[in-house]
Structures are given as C-alpha cells and as structure tokens.
C-alpha cells in the first residue's frame, strides 16, 4: 500500500511538472494540497513519508480529530477546503493555516470575531462560483470584488487570492473557461489595491482537472483520489451544497 500512494505522488509530480513546462511555468510555483477527507491515518503517514507537507481537511469535525495525530510532525501545514458554517470557525481557527471556502460576509465577520478573541490573524481565500451553478457554493463573479472590499476591512485577515471548482461534467473548455474566469478576476481585484489583499493564490484544480487548472495559472491544486485511491463519495461531490459539507 505504501507504494502505491509513493507511485500515485510521483506520478501526480510528473504531470504538474508536464503541465508546469507546456505553460512556461516553473514546477515550483505550483503546490500540491493533498485533500484528505476520509483519508486514514496509514495513508496519510505513507504521503508524509514520501516527503508532502501540505493537507487540507473537508470538515471541521475530522480537522481536529487529525491534527493532534499527526503532531510529531512539526513541518505540515493544514488548510480548510470545504464549506465553512459560521458555527465551526471556533474549530477551524484552532487548527488551519489558510481557510480556501470564504465565500460570504457573515462568514468573514465570524472569523473575525473570533480571531480578535484569540489575538491571531489568518490568512484566507475567497471562493468564487465560476461556473454559476446552483448545487455549488460560492460567491457570484460579479459580487466578488465587492465581496474582497468588504472582507479587506477586517485587519485580522488577509486575503491571498481566490478559489474555484471547475464545473461539474463539464467538457475541457468548459472546465478551463472556469479557471479563466478566475485568474480575470484575480487580476481585476490586484488592480484595486486593497489593504490586505494579496490575491497571490489562485487555488484551482481537483484530481480530474488539475493539469488544466495548471495551464490556466493555479498555484495551489487540490488532489485526493488520484493519491489515495477512491472513496465511497468522489471527490466533487464533497464540494455541492447537498453533501452538507
């Protein structure tokens, strides 16, 4: 098993690096977040192992019964990919270093509130619906800057860039159509100048688009199963508002 998950890694670093190269990229401003949602602790060592460092959880609830276990390695870093509920930042505050999913004001201002209460900043994306669908979460594009005005007033958070799924069965322009959107935006929003705003990250890309996602400019992509191997829910549908993540 261990070798498997060593020969998926290596695999996945092949293909970002041939993506990298057809898009005149260098590898190294590419990261690869290893989404673990379901994920057992076995895999999660082997992936550490073959020497990943960055991990993003799905849900409150399996960040904080993860992160304690995986504490003798002070070298990880754990991001916050899923839908956040105001009523879970308390949890994820405690544990991530970058929260993907910002996608509405509330949601800011509860941050906020209880990054005051702890003294500490944190650094976060905001999520963007490019492919305007309803099962999906997510700000409109069109309120999007609005949104990244609204959210740079808080001087606990900054925001570094932007996230998106590509769209749901889509076909490949459909897909890379999404990810354009978002590096338009993300160049919209750089030419404000807004205090705290970064707009550094686009954090793009999932098992089956990650290659594309790359061409488009992402810097962070987000891959689960073509790591560890199929779950009984794939990959996408942790990320449509029917899942309740």
Not at 2 to 28: T, Y
Not at 136 to 159: D, M, N, R
Request: with cysteine; proline share 2%.
């Amino acid at each position: 098993m261990s070798h498997l998950v060593e020969e998926n890694l290596k695999a996945v670093r092949q293909q970002m690096a041939l993506a990298c190269q057809i898009s005149g990229r260098k590898a190294e401003d590419v990261k690869l977040l290893l989404a673990t949602k379901t994920v057992p602790l076995d895999k999660l060592h082997m992936a550490i192992n073959a020497g990943e460092t960055l991990f993003g959880e799905n849900k409150a609830q399996e960040l904080g019964d993860k992160y304690p276990l995986m504490q003798q390695y002070n070298q990880l870093q754990w991001h916050f990919i899923g839908h956040l509920q105001s009523n879970k930042v308390k949890d994820v505050v405690k544990y991530a270093t970058l929260v993907h999913s910002v996608d509405r004001l509330r949601l800011g201002e509860a941050l906020h509130k209880q990054l005051l209460k702890e003294n500490k900043t944190m650094d976060i994306l905001v999520q963007v619906n490019t492919s305007y669908e309803a099962s999906k979460f997510g700000a409109s594009p069109e309120l999007t800057l609005e949104l990244v005005e609204q959210l740079s007033h808080y001087e606990t958070l900054t925001i570094k860039g932007l996230m998106t799924i590509g769209k749901l069965n889509a076909t490949i322009e459909e897909t890379r159509s999404c990810f354009r959107l978002l590096k338009t935006l993300q160049a919209q929003i750089k030419e404000k100048g807004f205090p705290r705003v970064a707009m550094d990250e686009l954090s793009m890309g999932m098992s089956g688009d990650f290659e594309i996602a790359i061409e488009e400019g992402a810097t962070i992509i987000r891959v689960g199963t073509t790591v560890f191997g199929e779950r009984y829910l794939p990959d996408r549908q942790y990320w449509q508002k029917q899942s309740n993540a």
